[in-house]
């Protein structure tokens, strides 16, 4: 008998051939921080409640995509853990999803005391946004006095068993200086320390050229402060993250260079915005509307699967948006909208 040992083929793969293994889901637009970054300045309207999601509906894309292929689920936002009722949540997603790896990005202010029963529920791993270590600079890039709630949530998760990853927005001319203080963190504690790359995404932010930091540049100077050993790739991992030992160190530094060095090629994500839009690429506005299917009582499983599937087929090469963008935002939805 001819028996065929080739892998089975992916089942959510896109027109590039590129297999999608990880389902980034937005809960919320809201969020209780203002970052600079991330939403317009001024003018940013939240969407209605009713416009959201409901966890319900958010369940049965979930429980839909899961057996596909999906091997990562990222809660995000807005701010996750700002919706009402979001523990509870999480804990559905895991019974909906058993084995697969669900984490959740978070500011940080409302973590620490909840970071426990967090991790009672099954969480293993959170990254906490923190682009400063300073309270004053924090109140002005985020809008909000909460530098100590956002910083001590650090601990409560490591504290609580919780894999920890920090990532900063890399701004020159506003945290460009604290390089040193945050290699001292990634020295001191097990976690990972990421730099972002300031990406134009959405109008009104602060986005400009020379705010720009390139990831080359950050470790560069890096390594007038620390002795970096590059650390392998894990096998079959798509994470857009380069990362480095820090020697003599508990914790890695890391880079994450969206402008500078897409990672299109081996894009592995999909996106579920909160107002019910599958988005295939970070850097498009093209989406693809569930909402009205998943409050339509006619719609079938096979009918939510054809647009999921529709999406991918289409999900682009972002890096060609991005070569075409000419100074401007390279999309016009805000990240708080979109979730990172
Ligand atoms: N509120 C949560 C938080 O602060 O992590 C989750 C939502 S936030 C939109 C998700 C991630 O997007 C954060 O790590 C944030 O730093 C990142 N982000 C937002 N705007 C960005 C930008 N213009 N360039 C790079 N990263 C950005």
């Given at each position: 008998m ?12 896109d027109?590039?051939g590129r297999?999608?293994?990880y ?7 809201r969020?209780?921080l203002?970052?600079?970054y991330?939403r ?17 509906e958010?369940l ?19 701010e996750?853990?700002a ?5 509870d ?8 999803a ?10 940080g ?18 990254n906490?946004?923190l682009d400063t ?16 709630q956002?910083?001590?949530?650090i601990?409560?998760?490591l ?13 020159r001319?506003v945290?460009d200086?604290?390089l ?5 963190l990634a ?8 730099f972002?790359?300031?990406?134009p ?26 002795d ?6 894990v ?9 480095w030992?820090?020697?003599?160190g508990q914790?890695?530094l ?5 402008l ?14 909160c107002d ?14 569930l ?8 719609t ?11 999406a ?23 990240m708080t909208a979109i979730?990172?």
């Amino acid at each position: 008998m001819n028996r065929d040992t080739s892998p089975p083929a992916p089942q959510l793969a896109d027109g590039f051939g590129r297999e999608v293994s990880y389902l980034r889901v937005s809960v919320t637009d809201r969020c209780n921080l203002r970052c600079v970054y991330c939403r317009p300045v001024h003018d940013f309207h939240e969407l209605n409640h009713k416009d959201l999601l409901s966890y319900e509906e958010y369940l049965r894309v979930i429980r839909l995509a899961a057996p596909l292929g999906l091997t990562k689920i990222r809660l995000t936002g807005g701010e996750p853990l700002a919706r009402r009722g979001f523990p509870d949540f999480l804990a559905r997603v895991m019974d909906a999803a058993p084995g697969l790896d669900v984490r959740l990005t978070t500011n940080g202010t409302l973590l620490g005391p909840q970071a426990k029963m967090l991790a009672s529920l099954g969480l293993r791993a959170v990254n906490i946004s923190l682009d400063t270590l300073d309270r004053e600079s924090f109140h002005r890039i985020t809008g909000m006095d909460l530098y100590a709630q956002a910083r001590s949530s650090i601990e409560a998760s490591l504290e609580a068993g919780l894999r920890v990853k920090v990532n900063a927005v890399a701004m020159r001319g506003v945290n460009d200086h604290e390089l040193p203080g945050f290699i001292e963190l990634a020295r001191t504690l097990p976690l990972d320390m990421r730099f972002i790359e300031f990406m134009p995404i959405g109008g009104g932010t602060t986005w400009d050229e020379s705010r720009f930091w390139p990831a080359s540049e950050i470790l560069e100077s890096a390594r007038r402060f620390a002795d970096l050993t590059p650390v392998e790739p894990v096998k079959g991992s798509h994470g857009p993250a380069r990362m480095w030992k820090i020697e003599g160190g508990q914790g890695r530094l890391g880079v994450i260079s969206g402008l500078s060095g897409h990672y299109c090629l081996s894009c592995n994500r999909l996106r579920l915005t909160c107002d019910g839009k599958l988005r295939p690429c970070l850097y498009s506005d093209k989406e693809y509307r569930l909402r009205p299917l998943l409050r339509s009582p006619r719609t079938s499983d096979g009918k939510l699967l054809e647009v999921l599937r529709r999406a991918l087929a289409r999900k682009p090469m972002g890096y060609k948006l991005l070569d075409e963008r000419h100074k401007r935002a390279v999309c016009s939805r805000a990240m708080t909208a979109i979730g990172g």
